[in-house]
């Protein structure tokens, strides 16, 4: 067997699938003859197989740095559902003592997660560094990059990091980064020439762009129920704040009698993986959620995704409304619009970033600084940047930089969701992709256009809801289903 | 707990004791001074010690005063609010609704940790009894996780499955049916996906803080039917008791003034002020029915202050016995207040 026949061989053994997704042969065949890779690939063709397979065939440490804590336990139960015991995930949701026992017995594990201001702790980097890491892999490495969006201070010190660990073989994961952004990724991981780029355009021809100019939010719910009501279920419908999701929500159950769901980080870890089980299980038409939802589900037929507060920015757009059509089916992405989002979302941006008068402040008085970091996000960051050692006036420097970073990125959604031509090859411009669309009736909206829902969705129907849901099973019968047992 | 509405801190107020609220907050989460422990026991809420410990504090106090705008709540001019004929009515209507059966457990065990160690508990046992062990484990609480694998691998599954059907159908029996069934309704095990408690809500009609109330209450009285029934899951539940160190701290030194120590001398053997010890004795008077309080307060002290104060314990103040600060302390004035309160409240 040559050893392409041996990847395949493998992946039906190991994971149960007779062939690879765009993008992931490849990075794997890199990784194996030893080429840091950075891999631009967009949601839903499985990244994380590219680092399971390698860790799995090559029997190899993988450490895993991850800034999403909810998406890092998700993935540590994944491997376990598959099968691998020895995974961990280290971050603030461990206690002391716990963490402290994992570090003990570091060597034990074969997929490490690790969030990233744990590299701030001296005892997690001596663990880390005593034990041979096969592969080091940079979950959403386009947050490395203070050009990007997401910006994470924590990944600054990855470089450097990356040279305690004695450069190992690296992989950097992201769905979607600009030329500009690559760029920093390379230099900030301070990654060879030798290193790869695997590129995947982020169009998806089979989801139809669209958006809807609204005047306020009354005019958004009833755009959101009649398309709620004409679109083929599942959907997904996204929010910027948590108590919009639920209110909606519940108001669209109401209006439309479909089943209506809400996911967001306000749930605990358990009510989260309920709403997904009866999403992906079709007990579920629709989902309200924040941004918070989306990672690690693969659901295959998502309908539309629709967008009731424009985001904030165009990768993490286009990063969900990667969630529709993953089986290749007609699928819709909308945005309902209004003029006062942009407010909202220049708000939400800028209050994440402490201003100038603040930092004066927070020089001239820790203890002040101390108190509003237990309650607000921006003096958090102030507190994180001092622990990584940058001076005030270079703090102000950066907070000024990513301030006009997050104003430019907000502007690009408001030229998207008004632009008058080609809404895909906006997208495709934006990330510098050379190959361009001709535009189609199945492409998107033009202008502000009718969307023609219809004729879009002739072959799929539009779901009549449900009969009320009854009351379930009683408890006695639960328990019998739970433990499989009569009575 | 998810959030919960203004109008159920209408259940900790009082139409005939105008009440502290940040007593009542105290007592909630579990910040307890001797004062918040002494006010606490006046307004007869020390059950709900801990039964709120991630009760965020600014917008409690907005809440309060949300009630008083609401003419529920009013409040006097030392700050101390009552009910009033409005919130009567309100509190009794929310009487109505389903309330925790034992929430003095809250100051035992750290019951929310329970809720998730009962929960991993059931799925693990309910895969196990389907012989999948390949699954999904839904509970993301890692100290939980390694207490069942540390169970597991002293008692096996098979007395997992066995202990806990067991138990569950046992103690559920005796339940409401419908309280039982919205207990069972969150379980995650083979093929079996929960509801949310938005759902449940929905499909019951009782609001989201009764079924958080419902699940709460259930977990920590099955964890105390576990211990009771003395289950081979006892060792899971005890492992959640709460570290009580007040309790500890203020039984250790009534201990040893029983033994004839005087204050001063535990606070030179626990290297403490002595007013530190003084404190612990006090908390220790709250927590002990049988409190020796004849070691601290003689009769001729007892009438003296009875003499000097009102009727009214709560309108007691030390500055009404100020004068006779030498022979009367702050200690034994409030010791006194505690006798009195045990003498004439009811438990």
Redesign the interface.
């Known amino acids: 067997m040559n050893i392409e026949e041996k990847m395949y061989d493998y992946l039906k053994k190991t994971f149960g699938f007779t062939d690879f997704k765009a993008g992931q042969k490849e990075v794997i065949q890199n990784l194996l003859i030893g080429h840091s890779t950075v891999a631009i690939l967009p949601t839903g063709t499985g990244k994380s197989l590219c680092y399971q397979f390698y860790g799995k065939y090559t029997q190899q440490t993988v450490l895993i740095i991850s800034p999403l804590l909810s998406l890092m336990q998700d993935q540590v139960e994944q491997l376990r559902l598959n099968g691998e015991k020895r995974v961990v995930a280290i971050n603030s949701n461990l206690k002391f003592q716990e963490k402290k026992h994992v570090l003990q017995n570091l060597a034990h594990f074969s997929f490490i997660y690790l969030a990233p201001e744990m590299l701030r702790n001296e005892d997690v980097l001596r663990a880390i560094s005593s034990i041979h890491i096969g592969l080091l892999v940079i979950d959403e490495a386009h947050c490395i990059s203070a050009w990007g969006p997401d910006f994470r201070p924590d990944y600054l010190n990855l470089g450097q990091v990356r040279s305690q660990l004695n450069d190992p073989l690296t992989l950097a994961v992201t769905a979607t980064a600009t030329d500009r952004v690559l760029k920093d990724m390379l230099s900030s991981l301070n990654l060879s020439e030798n290193t790869k780029v695997i590129r995947h355009s982020v169009d998806r021809p089979n989801i139809y762009l669209a958006s809807q100019k609204t005047v306020d939010e009354k005019d958004k719910d009833n755009y959101l129920i009649d398309f709620a009501q004409r679109l083929p279920a599942p959907g997904l419908v996204y929010f910027s704040s948590k108590k919009q999701c639920d209110k909606v929500g519940e108001l669209l159950q109401q209006k439309t009698g479909l089943r209506v769901a809400s996911y967001h980080a306000g749930l605990s870890f358990s009510e989260r993986y309920a709403v997904q089980q009866q999403f992906l299980n079709g007990q579920l038409d629709v989902i309200c959620a924040t941004s918070a939802f989306g990672m690690g589900i693969n659901k295959q037929d998502i309908r539309y995704v629709i967008h009731y507060h424009m985001p904030q920015d165009l990768e993490s757009y286009v990063q969900e409304i990667g969630r529709a059509g993953r089986d290749s089916k007609q699928s819709i992405a909308i945005v309902l619009f209004s003029e006062s989002d942009q407010f909202l979302q220049r708000r939400l941006a800028l209050r994440s970033l402490p201003s100038s008068d603040e930092l004066e402040i927070y020089q001239r008085d820790p203890e002040i600084l101390k108190n509003a970091s237990q309650e607000n996000e921006s003096a958090e960051l102030v507190i994180r940047y001092r622990q990584m050692g940058v001076a005030f006036a270079k703090m102000n420097q950066i907070f000024a930089q990513r301030r006009l970073e997050k104003l430019h990125a907000i502007q690009q959604m408001v030229d998207y969701v008004s632009f008058s031509e080609c809404k895909r090859n906006f997208i495709l411009k934006y990330f510098d992709e050379v190959n361009f669309v001709k535009h189609g009736k199945c492409c998107c909206q033009i202008g502000g256009q009718n969307i023609d829902i219809e004729s879009l969705f002739k072959q799929i129907k539009a779901l009549k809801p449900e009969q009320k849901q009854e009351m379930p099973a009683s408890y006695q019968e639960i328990l019998q289903k739970l433990f499989k047992v009569s009575w | 707990m998810?959030e919960i509405k203004a109008e159920n801190w209408l259940l900790f107020f009082s139409a005939e004791q105008a009440r502290r609220p940040a007593v009542i907050r105290q007592i909630l989460t579990k910040r307890l001074s001797n004062s918040a422990l002494f006010w606490g026991m006046r307004y007869q809420i020390l059950d709900y010690i801990n039964v709120y410990p991630q009760l965020d504090t600014q917008y409690y106090d907005y809440q309060i005063d949300f009630l008083c705008q609401q003419k529920k709540l009013k409040r006097n001019k030392d700050g101390l609010v009552s009910l009033t004929q409005l919130g009567i009515a309100n509190k009794n209507k929310l009487k109505e609704n389903r309330q925790l059966a034992c929430p003095q457990l809250f100051s035992i065990y750290r019951v929310s940790d329970l809720v998730?160690m009962i929960?991993l508990l059931?799925q693990v046992?309910?895969e196990a009894?389907?012989e999948n062990k390949?699954?999904?484990?839904?509970?993301?609480n890692?100290?939980c996780q390694?207490v069942v694998k540390r169970w597991l691998k002293k008692y096996g599954m098979h007395a997992l499955?066995d202990s806990?059907?067991h138990d569950?159908?046992e103690f559920?029996g005796n339940e409401d049916?419908l309280d039982?069934?919205i207990?069972?309704?969150?379980?995650?095990?083979?093929?079996?996906?929960?509801?949310?408690?938005?759902?449940i809500s929905?499909?019951?009609g009782l609001t989201l803080t009764e079924i958080e109330v419902v699940s709460l209450d259930l977990t920590s009285r099955f964890a105390l039917h576990i211990v009771e029934s003395r289950s081979t899951l006892t060792s899971i539940i005890q492992h959640f008791r709460s570290q009580n160190s007040l309790y500890e701290k203020s039984n250790a030194a009534l201990a040893l003034v029983k033994q004839g120590n005087k204050i001063i001398d535990i606070a030179q053997q626990k290297r403490l002020k002595e007013s530190t010890i003084r404190e612990h004795i006090l908390n220790a008077a709250i927590f002990n029915i049988d409190f020796p309080f004849f070691l601290f307060l003689n009769a001729e002290e007892e009438n003296r202050l009875l003499q000097l104060l009102p009727d009214d314990i709560d309108k007691w103040q030390y500055k009404m016995v100020e004068s006779e600060q030498e022979e009367l302390s702050f200690f034994k004035y409030r010791l006194f207040a505690i006798k009195r309160s045990r003498e004439t409240l009811e438990y």
């Open positions: 998810t998730w929960r059931i046992a309910s009894s389907w390949r699954y999904y484990v839904a509970v993301d890692f100290e390694m499955q806990l059907l569950l159908t559920l049916q039982a069934w207990f069972c309704a969150q379980f995650i095990g083979h093929n079996t996906i929960p509801l949310t408690v938005q759902q929905t499909l019951t």
